[in-house]
Structure formats: structure tokens, C-alpha cells
């Protein structure tokens, strides 16, 4: 009976610790890794403005993506609209299969 009072006790214990951990900050006493040298940094300027420069050379794709497009047309045909009448409709009662 012990081991199961314990073992509430535990879970009471952990159950209000939860909460409170979750809320505290995340604080990183350790540095974040060593700092770049300034030919990384060079490198890594030089790296991103070859970058922007190859962005500039890709066209602005103006026409449409659609693969169909081609295929559609974009003036719908008009038909007429059927209408069947009640004595259209009696008229073809049996049918000779």
C-alpha cells in the first residue's frame, strides 16, 4: 500500500512540476558556436550576391501556365435547350428491342 501512495504522490508531484517547467524560459548559457572569420563572411557576401544576380537574369513568365490552354477554347458554344414535352414524352411508351 505504501508503494501506491508513493506512487500518487509522485504523479500529484509531477502533474503540478509539468506546467511550471513548460513556462520558463530557454535560456543558452553556452555560446552559440564560434563566430566567422572574415574570409567566411567575404565568402558567404560574395555567395549571395552571385545569388541575387542569377535572380535578376530569370525572366517574369507573363503567359499563362494552363496545359490544356491550347486545347480549350474560351468561348463556350451555345446550344439549344432541349425541351421535352409531356406528349413527347408519351409518345415513345413501349419499346421494340
Known amino acids: 500500500m505504501k508503494k501506491l501512495?508513493?506512487?500518487?504522490?509522485?504523479?500529484?508531484?509531477?502533474?503540478?512540476?509539468?506546467?511550471?517547467?513548460a513556462q520558463m524560459p530557454n535560456i543558452?548559457?553556452?555560446?552559440?558556436?564560434?563566430?566567422k572569420?572574415?574570409?567566411e563572411k567575404e565568402a558567404d557576401a560574395a555567395r549571395?550576391?552571385?545569388y541575387k544576380e542569377t535572380l535578376k537574369k530569370i525572366?517574369?513568365?507573363?503567359?499563362?501556365?494552363?496545359?490544356w490552354g491550347g486545347?480549350?477554347?474560351t468561348?463556350?458554344?451555345?446550344?439549344?435547350?432541349?425541351k421535352t414535352t409531356a406528349a413527347a414524352k408519351k409518345k415513345g411508351g413501349a419499346s421494340a428491342n
Open 5 to 21: 501512495g508513493l506512487a500518487v504522490t509522485v504523479a500529484v508531484l509531477t502533474a503540478w512540476i509539468a506546467p511550471a517547467v
Open 71 to 73: 486545347v480549350r477554347t
Open 28 to 35: 543558452n548559457l553556452l555560446a552559440d558556436g564560434p563566430s
Open 37 to 39: 572569420s572574415d574570409e
Open 48 to 50: 549571395e550576391k552571385a
Open 75 to 82: 468561348d463556350t458554344p451555345k446550344t439549344p435547350a432541349v
Open 59 to 67: 525572366p517574369n513568365a507573363q503567359t499563362s501556365s494552363d496545359p
